[in-house]
């Protein structure tokens, strides 16, 4: 277990986040109500958990980063500014800055945006 800004999470956390995320989702899957919003807020906030754990194991090392994640930990470095569609170039290949809606609310506005870069030719 490491440490990072006063909170530690482990392994076996993340795999108990995950359990709490599948628990959450089946109990979705199963649910035979007519109420579109049952469960949502749970599972929002089990998936959220997932992911700030899973980004606070890589940050700490505990988890590797994809050949994707370390590119784009790289960029982020490199070019901090870069608005969307921005064009840069990084070791001969150009990549464009592109941001996409992660999450929405339930009346469908956007409440958390990903942000990536996509190579281009």
Do not use: C
């Amino acid at each position: 277990m490491k440490q990072l800004g006063g909170l530690m999470y482990s392994l076996a956390d993340l795999e108990a986040a995950k359990a709490e995320w599948k628990s959450w989702e089946d109990r979705w899957d199963s649910y035979s109500g007519n109420n579109p919003d049952k469960y949502h807020s749970q599972r929002e906030m089990a998936q959220a958990k997932v992911r700030a754990i899973e980004q606070y194991l890589k940050s700490a090392g505990a988890l590797p980063l994809s050949e994707q994640e370390v590119l784009e930990r790289d960029l982020e470095r490199l070019f901090p500014n870069a608005k969307s569609k921005d064009v840069i170039e990084h070791r001969g290949i150009r990549y464009q800055r592109r941001f996409s809606p992660a999450a929405r609310s339930r009346k469908g506005s956007v409440t958390r945006w990903d942000k990536s870069w996509v190579a281009i030719p």
